[in-house]
T-cell receptor
Framework: RKEVEQDPGPFNVPEGATVAFNCTYS??????FFWYRQDCRKEPKLLMS???SGNEDGRFTAQLNRASQYISLLIRDSKLSDSATYLC??????????FGRGTSLIVHP | GAGVSQSPSNKVTEKGKDVELRCDPI?????LYWYRQSLGQGLEFLIY????????KSGLPSDRFSAERTGGSVSTLTIQRTQQEDSAVYLC???????????FGPGTRLTVT
């Protein structure tokens, strides 16, 4: 089993839709979790950290489920500009974070 | 403030040549990472620097790859005797501390012909 797994997609949704991605991790000792966004041919950019209690930033909500070992990202009211690849990042206490391979989102008019 | 910068943005080199890639992290960030990303692939960790500590080189794919960080700031990744499989985007990231929120540079796109 890979350390961090994501459905590569693409998720193809209309503007205004709500879409959710999951990311599973294998190391139960994982301590910190993040979502990054990567646009085509650009560098990854931090979208949000994922806290144990869950957290929200505008249209974006991130949640952590330790029992089932996954994190999720929910995007409400999708915009065309949300089209990107979403990377989850998991850190199990070492200095080397593990990146998922990303989930591609395409928002169409 | 200024973000992470990398140079050059693009580098085309012939097989067998050496290349040097540069990274300027965000001022005050003690942690610096190098990754590479091949087309359509995930990020592959290469090397990690934390302050003045010895770097973690566990991700370097071969002894042709080396990196240094001078004065706890600028870092240079050197690839000797480049091979075609070295073609990728090389990304540098810095963070205030350890593996937490990382800020990436725009990357260097390396093409080995």
């Amino acid at each position: 089993r890979k350390e961090v797994e994501q459905d590569p997609g693409p998720f193809n949704v209309p503007e205004g839709a709500t879409v959710a991605f999951n990311c599973t991790y294998s190391n139960s000792a994982s301590q910190s979790f993040f979502w990054y966004r990567q646009d085509c041919r650009k560098e990854p950019k931090l979208l949000m950290s994922v806290y144990s209690s869950g957290n929200e930033d505008g249209r974006f909500t991130a949640q952590l489920n330790r029992a089932s070992q996954y994190i999720s990202l929910l995007i409400r009211d999708s915009k065309l500009s949300d089209s990107a690849t979403y990377l989850c990042v998991v850190n199990a206490g070492s200095y080397i974070p593990t990146f998922g391979r990303g989930t591609s989102l395409i928002v169409h008019p | 403030g200024a973000g992470v910068s990398q140079s050059p943005s693009n580098k085309v080199t012939e097989k067998g040549k050496d290349v040097e890639l540069r990274c300027d992290p965000i001022s005050g960030h003690t942690a610096l990472y190098w990754y590479r990303q091949s087309l359509g692939q995930g990020l592959e960790f290469l090397i990690y620097f934390q302050g003045n500590s010895a770097p973690d080189k566990s991700g370097l794919p071969s002894d042709r790859f080396s990196a240094e960080r001078t004065g706890g700031s600028v870092s240079t990744l050197t690839i000797q005797r480049t091979q075609q499989e070295d073609s990728a985007v090389y990304l540098c990231a810095s963070s205030l501390r350890g593996p937490y929120e990382q800020y990436f540079g725009p990357g260097t796109r390396l093409t080995v012909t």
